[in-house]
Nanobody, 122 residues
């Protein structure tokens, strides 16, 4: 069984910073793409940033230049450094990962974390 656990969310003032972490654990053989999504109340879940196992990154337009995604493959962990936070960044942030479990010949599966709340308000 694979589990993704996010941490690092909280309440910050506009212009502040937060660093989110997501650690994957369980029967993991390999992790492909990892990413961060966010969902505000009444809105669709949207991609924030993603990173491949080789380190190639992709960002949505809004956070680009303010957020930085990174990963530590040895720790099966992905991070999202969020700077210059704005009220519109307020959302539940979800970690996502495509993971191969158990063996090299096993299938890839799409996993999601439970989400961590980020609130940007003065």
């Amino acid at each position: 069984q694979v589990q993704l656990v996010e941490s690092g969310g909280g309440l910050v003032q506009p212009g502040g910073s937060l660093r989110l972490s997501c650690a994957a654990s369980g029967s993991i053989f390999s992790i492909n793409v990892m990413g961060w999504y966010r969902q505000a109340p009444g809105e669709q879940r949207k991609l924030v940033a993603s990173i491949t196992s080789g380190g190639s990154t992709n960002y949505a337009d809004s956070p680009k230049g303010r957020f930085t995604i990174s990963r530590d493959n040895a720790k099966n962990t992905v991070y999202l450094q969020m700077n210059s936070l704005k009220p519109e960044d307020t959302a539940v942030y979800y970690c996502n990962a495509i993971i191969k479990s158990f063996s090299p010949s096993g299938p890839w599966y799409d996993y999601w974390g439970q989400g961590t709340q980020v609130t940007v308000s003065s």
